[in-house]
């Protein structure tokens, strides 16, 4: 990729990402993939909101989906987000959402019984 095509990318990224939601969004992604609900559960936001959010990131390439059952699994695909958010996240030592990882984990674990 030349250095304008570069560029280019780099500002189209950041345009996306100047969002709150879905600069949270990636952060969560980049630890690991997840689905709607995790998202959404982190965040505290409603189910509609996120999926329009990952819409937007999907359009611009910089996540990506495949189905998982009825779920929808999403990661980050696009190498300079990653670059970008990931210096950003050490920089400025920001946590990505542990809510995330926690309802992820909680998922695999069998149902307890009452």
Same mark, same amino acid.
């Given at each position: 990729?030349?250095?304008?095509?570069?560029?280019?990318?780099?500002?189209?990224?950041?345009?996306?990402?100047?969002?709150?939601?879905?600069?949270?969004?990636? =952060?969560?992604?980049?630890?690991?993939?997840?689905?709607?609900?995790?998202?959404?559960?982190?965040?505290?936001?409603? =189910?509609?909101?996120?999926? =329009?959010?990952?819409?937007?990131?999907?359009?611009?390439?910089?996540?990506?989906?495949?189905?998982?059952?009825?779920?929808?699994?999403?990661?980050?695909?696009?190498?300079?987000?990653?670059?970008?958010?990931?210096?950003?996240?050490?920089?400025?030592?920001?946590?990505?959402?542990?809510?995330?990882?926690?309802? =992820?984990?909680?998922?695999?674990?069998?149902?307890?019984?009452?």
């Amino acid at each position: 990729m030349d250095k304008e095509k570069v560029c280019n990318r780099v500002a189209e990224v950041l345009k996306v990402l100047g969002h709150p939601v879905r600069l949270q969004i990636v =952060q969560n992604l980049l630890t690991r993939e997840s689905c709607v609900k995790n998202l959404w559960s982190c965040l505290e936001l409603p =189910q509609a909101t996120v999926s =329009q959010h990952l819409s937007v990131l999907k359009g611009k390439g910089i996540v990506d989906s495949a189905r998982e059952g009825v779920a929808m699994r999403y990661w980050v695909c696009d190498d300079i987000c990653k670059l970008l958010i990931g210096t950003l996240m050490d920089h400025f030592g920001m946590d990505c959402c542990e809510a995330a990882l926690k309802a =992820q984990d909680e998922e695999k674990l069998p149902a307890q019984e009452e």
